[in-house]
């Protein structure tokens, strides 16, 4: 009986574990769970990346629905979403604000100044504290947050048209509704 023991218990826990990487395997690796997911976003306040302008705290993503990317000159992903971001940018009733993280300024400024600037603000997290208070695992992320301030979705990695059609847009449409704001349009421009 001993000697059965000793070969049905590693193929058990074998067998377990192929079940749980299995299950694993199937969740889309950019559905991180948020522990901020419906609450406040986090209280900041960040120095502005250009002199004449205004850093970004949390009192400027109140009152309407805002697009919170965090963003760094060195990554590259930040790059491949760039040209979406600019896109979403010039979209009637969306606003982005950016988040440099642990970035020099005038890399994010060059960065800002080659591809484009997308956001209304742009505050410098040098440290990385505020990316930590928002659960940041890395950059880009982004993170929707609505007129009263709560975090209503946050997505990790790149964002792709696919992304904005099939799941930014919808919810700032459904946020912007039922602030009684007049909906987004979906619609690709």
Not at 18 to 41: E, K, N, Y
Request: charge should be neutral.
């Amino acid at each position: 009986m001993a000697r059965k023991l000793v070969f049905l218990v590693p193929a058990a826990l074998f067998a377990v574990l192929l079940v749980a990487f299995a299950i694993g395997l199937r969740q889309d690796p950019h559905l991180l769970p948020s522990a901020l997911i419906d609450r406040p976003a986090p209280d900041f306040a960040l120095p502005g990346l250009y002199d004449a302008a205004d850093g970004l705290t949390r009192k400027d993503l109140g009152g309407r629905a805002t697009l919170v990317n965090f963003f760094a000159s060195w990554c590259a992903p930040c790059r491949e979403e760039h040209a979406e971001l600019m896109t979403l940018a010039r979209r009637p009733g969306v606003t982005l604000d950016g988040i440099a993280y642990k970035d020099k300024p005038e890399d994010s400024r060059r960065f800002l100044d080659r591809l484009g600037n997308p956001f209304a603000h742009v505050g410098i997290d040098r440290d990385g504290t505020t990316a930590i208070d928002f659960g940041v695992y890395g950059v880009p992320e982004t993170y929707v947050v609505d007129g009263t301030g709560h975090i209503r979705y946050r997505h990790v990695g790149p964002l792709t048209a696919e992304d904005v059609k099939e799941k930014i847009l919808p919810l700032i449409a459904r946020i912007t509704s039922s602030a009684g704001s007049p909906p987004v349009s979906t619609r690709p421009e």
